[in-house]
């Protein structure tokens, strides 16, 4: 059964589980277009580079129905350039429209309804193809955690940010599954706690031992010996190994390093963006001051005091210790780790 991302036959929509309200209402949240979807994107009804993604292909199938019509075809690139575009970092909504463009791209003359067909499949693929992915993510990751591990994690990269299982929570699952003891520490992650939230909440319900902390009480916990590794996701990894992530991760990956704490990145290669070199390149989403100004809607900031609300930040290369992928655990030098997981991958795809 999809958890949190339902296609809806009956209602011919798509339903999200509105991750604003979690833990406290389970709400579910309808897609119908592409304004619905879009909106779904930018107030993180839905959240997280691989869930972005798969909301991204059904939203495709969206736009393709609202344009129909009399000149449907033009109508529909203005729309898929707008979905393209409601979230700059997760490297992820890119990867999905154009997938499904290149799709359409190599079946000329679909017609309307034919594309709508198709691309609904395509975007039901695409959804089970990224549970399959985190699954391997779980089965390779679970190799560099040990028994007894005490794992840190930044924002959520659980089964509520992906379709289901996780890339950094797919280790912990993948390591528990393995039959090993892991405790996690969910740092909560402000402005939008998806650690406090989100993470706590999906590992809790699973029965993953799991305590939040304080995003500053890294340093402490870590100078305490409290912190065997570091397992986090990402929103985009620079052909160099330099990966995004959720505002306050390569803090957590410098003080991993000053403490001698092994600090792993978890993602699918869709998050792996080889057009963007290196970090600095990445483009930062610089989101609403007022998830800084107020927790819930009590203002906890004085009238008139600006704030930086920063979505993301880059972890350099130097600091990561592996990319755990659906192909394995990639090593320093990622330039060339990433280049060889592509290339196998490309030479297994064609010699199908
Ligand atoms: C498997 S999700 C990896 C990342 O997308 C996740 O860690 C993250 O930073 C999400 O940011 P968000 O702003 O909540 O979409």
Request: charged share 25%; net charge negative.
């Given at each position: 059964?999809?958890?949190?991302?339902?296609?809806?036959?009956?209602?011919?929509?798509?339903?999200?589980?509105?991750?604003?309200?979690?833990?406290?209402?389970?709400?579910?949240?309808?897609?119908?277009?592409?304004?619905?979807?879009?909106?779904?994107?930018?107030?993180?009804?839905?959240?997280?580079?691989?869930?972005?993604?798969?909301?991204?292909?059904?939203?495709?199938?969206?736009?393709?129905?609202?344009?129909?019509?009399?000149?449907?075809?033009?109508?529909?690139?203005?729309?898929?350039?707008?979905?393209?575009?409601?979230?700059?970092?997760?490297?992820?909504?890119?990867?999905?429209?154009?997938?499904?463009?290149?799709?359409?791209?190599?079946?000329?003359?679909?017609?309307?309804?034919?594309?709508?067909?198709?691309?609904?499949?395509?975007?039901?693929?695409?959804?089970?193809?990224?549970?399959?992915?985190?699954?391997?993510?779980?089965?390779?990751?679970?190799?560099?955690?040990?028994?007894?591990?005490?794992?840190?994690?930044?924002?959520?990269?659980?089964?509520?940010?992906?379709?289901?299982?996780?890339?950094?929570?797919?280790?912990?699952?993948?390591?528990?599954?393995?039959?090993?003891?892991?405790?996690?520490?969910?740092?909560?992650?402000?402005?939008?706690?998806?650690?406090?939230?989100?993470?706590?909440?999906?590992?809790?319900?699973?029965?993953?031992?799991?305590?939040?902390?304080?995003?500053?009480?890294?340093?402490?916990?870590?100078?305490?010996?409290?912190?065997?590794?570091?397992?986090?996701?990402?929103?985009r990894i620079a052909a160099n190994g330099d990966a995004a992530?959720?505002?306050?991760?390569s803090?957590?990956?410098?003080?991993?390093?000053?403490?001698?704490?092994?600090?792993?990145?978890?993602?699918?290669?869709?998050?792996?963006?080889?057009?963007t070199p290196d970090g600095d390149a990445i483009?930062i989403?610089?989101?609403?001051?007022?998830?800084?100004?107020?927790?819930?809607?009590?203002?906890?900031?004085?009238?008139?005091?600006?704030?930086?609300?920063?979505?993301f930040d880059v972890t350099p290369a130097?600091?990561?210790?592996?990319?755990?992928?659906?192909?394995?655990?990639?090593?320093?030098?990622?330039?060339?780790?990433?280049?060889?997981?592509?290339?196998?991958?490309?030479?297994?795809?064609?010699?199908?």
């Open positions: 059964m999809d958890w949190h991302i339902r296609f809806s036959d009956e209602k011919g929509c798509l339903l999200l589980l509105d991750q604003r309200f979690l833990p406290n209402r389970e709400d579910w949240f309808e897609c119908t277009d592409t304004a619905s979807t879009i909106y779904a994107l930018q107030t993180m009804v839905v959240r997280g580079a691989p869930a972005i993604g798969v909301t991204a292909a059904y939203g495709c199938w969206l736009a393709a129905r609202e344009a129909a019509g009399e000149g449907w075809e033009k109508r529909l690139e203005t729309l898929l350039t707008d979905l393209e575009n409601a979230r700059p970092t997760a490297v992820n909504l890119r990867w999905a429209v154009r997938r499904m463009r290149a799709a359409r791209d190599a079946r000329p003359g679909l017609d309307h309804e034919a594309l709508c067909a198709f691309w609904l499949e395509l975007a039901k693929e695409i959804h089970e193809e990224d549970k399959r992915l985190c699954r391997l993510i779980g089965t390779h990751g679970a190799t560099v955690i040990d028994d007894g591990d005490t794992v840190m994690t930044h924002c959520n990269a659980g089964a509520l940010a992906t379709a289901d299982y996780g890339t950094a929570l797919g280790v912990i699952r993948g390591a528990v599954d393995a039959g090993k003891r892991v405790e996690v520490i969910a740092n909560e992650t402000r402005p939008f706690l998806q650690g406090a939230r989100l993470t706590a909440y999906e590992l809790h319900k699973d029965g993953i031992p799991v305590k939040v902390a304080c995003d500053n009480a890294c340093s402490l916990l870590m100078k305490r010996g409290m912190v065997d590794k570091v397992v986090v996701g990402a929103d992530n959720k505002i306050g991760t803090g957590v990956a410098i003080l991993a390093r000053h403490y001698g704490i092994p600090f792993y990145v978890a993602a699918p290669l869709s998050t792996i963006d080889r057009e483009p989403e610089d989101r609403t001051p007022r998830e800084v100004t107020h927790v819930g809607d009590h203002q906890i900031t004085p009238d008139g005091v600006g704030v930086f609300n920063f979505a130097e600091f990561i210790t592996g990319i755990v992928t659906e192909r394995g655990v990639l090593l320093p030098p990622y330039s060339e780790s990433i280049a060889r997981a592509f290339a196998e991958r490309e030479a297994e795809e064609s010699a199908r």
